[in-house]
């Protein structure tokens, strides 16, 4: 059942047909603001503009506030974890224009949080929280560089699963999902090259895509990110019976999601 | 509408093929493919072929898929009989391998949840691919894979059924793995990966419409695609 597609009904949540008039009807107000931020949004200019935008029922934007605040604290963590990583000098010099350009995406992806939680749609964009990148002392990720790789690679997968999780809870808001989309695009790219990168350093054998939700070498401690990426069924069609490809290639062919409280789960082991 | 189909060359050549398409129509984009075939070959009329119609609503959308599903399965079947693939390197031979399957499975699975709607096979066009030259083959990968995933991008605002969005969700960060994995071997320790071409300031990749899509894949394909009841 689609929440947001429940919360139809219930729109708009006023009493005198005044205040009725005042509002379009949730989907149609949110196509608008679709179409007026996709000019700018896109652009990397002020959102400042968006603030006229339709008035819209107030249950959807509270969720939709929810949704990109906790989308917010995740890129926070990623963002974080990037800038002390490339401050610590524990990257490789080789590699650290691989980082830098990360940490770009993720201090982006901060910022047009804020900016669309605070200036769009009127909410208090969550602060940052104070990360333990440590977990409780059993990780060095800004001492040792195999680690910091292990750990930027569960971030990432983490990411793709934590956005691809939330696209129904978005997908009345045209913008705000695409917007989201064009996010988690940029963080299975990140995914890939990290995955990539740690096997050609011979840290381990994964591919730039999940294989069967092996964790590889990763710590024990990393099982819940990959959990369930092992499925080869989608929309009731078993795929690997279907074409005959071995489950292994048809569990790297799908990303699975993560919900929120799964997310929450791993995210708070990083929490200090 | 047929004597579209068989408008000289010369008056629409000069004719942006874009706006062509944005007709949607399948004579008038059938129009600009069949012309492309002409090029090679002024003194013959080019066969009249059959279009394909994706439809409209949720089932168009997934036939959009499908049809760049199929364009991209075909491509990598044909990069496994090159002369590029018997000599690569076996990391290489692994992702190309990978792609390949990955690239079936999503075309079988379409073309099996779609059932009775699924538009048919589509002739594939890759004379503009030398897949005996590694450039060639990574240079077409690289646009096949960023264009699935601005092409997903996009399209996720139209579909309906929630379940088709978590699928598509599913499939378009394969796609990003592939199209990171494709541009680090053509440039590689690079930030090519997730390059500023694709990448905007606030961190979010491009979307393509319908419309740029498919006249970026019909460079690759012979049959004409009516999108015109794609949702908009």
Known sequence: ?????????????????????????????????????KKVAMAAVPLGVLTALPKVAKADTESLIGVLNYALTLEHLEYRYYQTGVESGVIEGADLNIFT????????????LTEVIGNVLGGMPVAEPEFDFTAGGNFSPFMDYPTFLALAQAFE?????????????????????????????????????????????????????????SIGSLPAATQAIYAG?????????????????????????????LSKDQVLGIASLFLA | M?????????????????????????????AGLL??????????MPPMMEGVSLGSGDIGILNYAY???????????????????????????????????????????????????AIADLEVDFSSIDFN?????????????????????????????????????????????????????????????AGDDLIDANGLERTLNFTDVLTAASTYVKTPIDFSQLPS
């Open chain 1, 1 to 37: 059942m689609n929440l947001l597609k429940l919360l139809d009904t219930m729109c708009p949540d006023t009493n005198s047909p005044e205040e009725k008039d005042m509002f379009f009807s949730r989907r149609e107000a949110f196509r608008q603001f679709g179409d007026l931020s």
């Open chain 1, 101 to 112: 350009k990360i940490r770009d995406h993720e201090l982006a992806h901060v910022n047009f």
């Open chain 1, 157 to 213: 997968d983490t990411g793709v699963r934590a956005y691809k999780g939330q696209a129904g809870n978005v997908m009345e808001s045209d913008v705000v999902l695409t917007a989201a989309l064009s996010i988690h695009s940029v963080e299975a790219r990140h995914a890939s090259m990290v995955r990539r990168l740690r096997t050609k350093k011979g840290q381990d054998t994964v591919k730039g895509w999940i294989t069967n939700g």
């Open chain 1, 229 to 257: 990426e092992e499925n080869v069924s989608h929309g009731g069609v078993d795929v690997t019976a279907l074409t005959g490809i071995d489950a292994a290639a048809v569990s790297e062919a799908w990303d699975e999601p």
């Open chain 2, 2 to 30: 047929k004597n579209e189909l068989i408008k000289p060359k010369g008056l629409v050549t000069n004719t942006n093929r874009r706006n062509f398409l944005k007709f949607g129509t399948m004579s008038v984009a059938g």
């Open chain 2, 35 to 44: 012309l492309m075939g002409c090029n090679d070959d002024d003194d013959m």
């Open chain 2, 67 to 117: 049809a760049l599903e199929q364009l991209e399965a075909a491509f990598y079947a044909t990069v496994l009989t090159g002369g590029y693939f018997a000599n690569a390197s076996a990391e290489e031979k692994t992702i190309m391998g990978d792609l390949e399957k990955h690239e079936r499975a999503h075309r079988e699975f379409f073309k099996a949840a779609l059932g009775s709607a």
């Open chain 2, 133 to 193: 030259s590694r450039t060639s083959v990574l240079g077409a990968a690289k646009t096949f894979e960023d264009l699935g995933v601005a092409a997903y991008n996009g399209a996720g605002q139209f579909i309906e059924n929630v379940d088709y969005l978590v699928i598509a969700g599913k499939i378009v960060s394969v796609e990003a793995r592939h199209a990171a994995a494709i541009r680090d071997l053509i440039n590689p320790g690079s930030d090519d990966f």
